[in-house]
């Protein structure tokens, strides 16, 4: 089984670049946002949250996911911070997932992980695409998609590494800035190298 990474900067359109080849080539897109969000229930991981970010970021016993970035990305201190609490959390789950497909005969598994390289997993993917998008395009889509400010969205993209930070790692980029013909074609290129 193949494992491809797919990763970039928050609203470079991965998600929209992992369905299409999801669907084209038959391989399993594993979110690693979605798994992100499930271990905010983790309790061991709650735990560690309100420790280092205080006891307002919970309430009724949950995270609220606002609160707990708005400390997180307030700072790249923080946001290591978080980082470093979440990724071991994330890192199992994406393990336990993977050897799930694995086990079920998936000819391949999409990793979709913004941190990819920093959290270590880009070491059990066989392939690395980065997703990249114009940094206008991507406000935008970090607003419309989660429903805050412009400067709320912009601490979150100051939040994490430039793009170059992905692409010199990569082993190919797609651009995704809306025109999915575009997308599509690099993509195909890509997945042929890899699967």
Do not use: P, W
Not at 72 to 93: E, G, Q, R, V
Not at 94 to 118: Q, R
């Amino acid at each position: 089984m193949k494992i491809i990474g797919v990763t970039g900067t928050t609203g470079a359109g991965k998600s929209s670049v992992c369905a299409y080849i999801a669907e084209k080539y038959d391989v399993t897109h594993v979110d690693c946002d979605v798994i992100a969000h499930d271990v905010l229930t983790d309790e061991a991981c709650k735990s560690e949250l309100v420790a280092s970010f205080g006891e307002n970021i919970a309430e009724k016993g949950s995270i609220v996911r606002k609160r707990l970035a708005q400390k997180a990305f307030s700072s790249k201190k923080n946001t290591n911070i978080l980082n470093k609490i979440t990724h071991k959390y994330i890192t199992a789950k994406i393990k336990a997932v993977i050897a799930e497909n694995e086990k079920n005969g998936v000819k391949g598994v999409l990793l979709d992980a913004a941190a990819l390289f920093e959290s270590g997993l880009d070491s059990i993917c066989d392939a690395v695409m980065c997703v990249c998008a114009d940094e206008d395009v991507r406000l935008a889509r970090i607003t419309a998609r989660d429903g805050i400010t412009r400067e709320a969205a912009l601490l979150r993209m100051n939040a994490q590494k430039k793009q170059e930070f992905y692409t010199e790692k990569a082993d190919g980029v797609v651009y995704n800035n809306g025109d999915s013909d575009t997308f599509a074609e690099q993509a195909d290129r890509f997945m042929e190298k890899a699967l």
